[in-house]
């Protein structure tokens, strides 16, 4: 008899719980700019995440998403329904939005050796700088690179954890996802701007 009880109460415990989840109340809520959007859906679900412009996207439209929603992929879905120019996906365990059309894109670089040991997020964006694979990608396209800017807990500061990594035949995308994953870094961004597009920003952040 005790047995059945038990097992009564346990099955009014876990409806009562998956009752309250269900009723967790929702609200729309706007954001100015896609990489707003998304840093607030990195903190919120504890995720990393990539986020590749698409072609003279100044990120001026607002986005509004219905929060909180029940996973990450429900989220991205939304944002992506409103900027039809993207689409995501799950890489490298990081979600990467970027645009559906971008044939000659840096982060598609493919590289042949990476390797890096005990640097900091600031002394990894320096060397970043100097593979011969993005250099000859800048060079041929006659576009400039800005100056990297890291953002590790604040703005401006580099992370404090020194990181080794070694990789080889990876993508751009790849070196990315795996710099931020290794410097518990929310996320990376690159954009290219300029009437003709010459300029390009590449960030970890």
């Known amino acids: 008899m005790s047995k059945t009880i038990s097992l009564v109460c346990v099955f009014v415990v876990t409806a009562c ?15 100015t700019t896609l990489r707003g959007a998304l840093d607030d859906v990195a903190a919120r679900y504890r995720i990393q995440v990539g986020l590749e412009y698409a072609a003279q996207d100044k990120d001026l439209q607002p986005i509004t998403l219905d929060l909180p929603a029940e996973t990450v992929d429900a989220v991205l879905n939304q944002l992506v329904n409103q900027r ?26 493919w ?13 990894a964006a320096n060397l970043v700088e100097e593979i011969p694979e993005i ?7 006659s576009v400039s690179r800005r100056e990297f800017q890291v953002c590790a807990g604040s703005c401006g500061q580099s992370s404090e954890k020194l990181v080794t990594v070694s990789l080889k035949d990876v993508t751009f995308r790849t070196l990315l996802n795996t710099l931020i994953r290794e410097f518990e870094i929310l996320d990376w961004m690159v954009g290219r701007f300029g009437d003709d597009q010459e300029y390009i920003g590449i960030y970890l952040s």
């Not at 250099?135 to 396209?141: A, V």
């Open 111 to 123: 590289i042949h050796e990476f390797s890096m040991k005990g640097l900091s997020s600031k002394e």
């Open 84 to 109: 039809r120019d993207y689409v995501w996906s799950f890489v490298d365990n990081v979600y990467d939005i970027y645009p559906k059309s971008n044939p000659d894109s840096i982060l598609d670089v």
């Open 17 to 31: 719980a998956n009752a309250m989840l269900l009723a967790v109340p929702t609200r729309a809520e706007t954001f």
């Open 135 to 141: 250099k000859e990608w800048l060079t041929s396209r």
